[in-house]
């Protein structure tokens, strides 16, 4: 059994859903990558304009820069704190 990740060098599965979630996203949080894997890489570059753009990882990276926000720590502590900072913001407005 194989983990449903994407290894080096592998197209994402799902690319025609993920263009259409892309298209729609008005929050993008990239988690736990480096920002240096393509095609991957490029979502962030291809919702900036139009969406609030978050880094969740573990350290800073090449590609943080490209970020609106980032969070950096281990995510059993930076993806829940992230969560209920975007739920709050959503009840307020």
């Known amino acids: 059994m194989r983990p449903h990740v ?3 060098g592998e197209m994402p599965l799902h690319m025609e859903e993920i263009g259409a979630a892309l298209d ?3 929050i993008f949080v990239a988690n736990g990558t480096s920002g240096q894997v ?8 291809e919702v900036a304009q139009r ?3 978050i880094e969740a990882n573990l350290e800073r990276t090449e590609g ?3 970020f609106d926000q980032a969070r950096h720590g281990p995510a059993t502590e930076v993806v829940p704190l992230l969560v209920e900072e975007l739920l709050a ?4 407005g």
């Open 24 to 26: 729609r996203c008005d």
């Open 6 to 8: 994407v290894w080096f």
């Open 51 to 53: 969406a609030l753009t």
């Open 38 to 45: 393509w095609p991957a890489a490029g979502f962030v570059a």
């Open 89 to 92: 913001t959503a009840s307020r």
């Open 64 to 66: 943080t820069r490209l």
